[in-house]
């Protein structure tokens, strides 16, 4: 049960929105442009990979699975490798340079001050970008702070991975600036 009234027709930080749009359209925007919007190097799969990794390490279930749907939906419906990312990024089928990056993100995920100019000689070493290691950083840290608005309000996070599926499907296709379909709650979707 939420800690305050929130519409209970929306999960997650969707329900978080629509009880206060002022706060809504800069954390959308940024979301939009973290891991939507084109970038340089990165697939908007990477960066979905690099959210979900950081909200599964914060144990965050609705941020994790969400997430995990859309990076799926990113990556040409490869569920695989968001689960395999999700246990071990090291053994997982991406890139030397992601694993690095995924990295960086563990540390941020713990603490900031835990990025070591060792992490980032490594990163670059793989191939990794100023870019690509600032946008990581910067999800991984924006991910802990969506993280801990859904966890800390105690959202309604559905136990229904179909529904998962339909709702990062939506995303994928359309980003995050567009409104969210309402859940019916009924014993499937809860």
């Not at 979301?31 to 190097?41: A, E, G, I, W």
């Not at 959202?155 to 600036?177: C, F, H, I, S, V």
Request: with cysteine.
């Amino acid at each position: 049960m939420p800690h305050i009234n929130l519409p209970h027709e929306f999960p997650g930080i969707r329900s978080l929105f629509m009880f206060r749009p002022e706060t809504a359209g800069p954390l959308n925007a940024l979301v939009q442009t973290l891991l939507h919007n084109p970038h340089p190097t990165l697939s908007a799969g990477e960066r979905e990979l690099i959210a979900t990794y950081v909200s599964g390490l914060n144990n965050c279930k609705y941020c994790t699975t969400i997430h995990g749907a859309i990076a799926k939906h990113q990556l040409d419906n490869d569920g695989e490798i968001v689960k395999q990312v999700r246990i071990d990024p090291e053994t997982a089928p991406i890139s030397d340079k992601l694993k690095a990056l995924l990295k960086i993100a563990a540390k941020v995920q713990s603490g900031g001050k835990n990025v070591s100019d060792a992490d980032v000689a490594f990163a670059r070493a793989r191939g990794a970008t100023d870019i690509e290691i600032h946008d990581a950083v910067l999800i991984a840290a924006a991910f802990c702070m969506f993280n801990r608005y859904v966890d800390g309000l105690d959202t309604w996070q559905p136990d229904n991975d179909e529904l998962y599926d339909k709702m990062g499907e939506q995303r994928a296709r359309e980003g995050y600036l567009t409104k969210p379909f309402k859940v019916e709650r009924t014993e499937e979707t809860i």
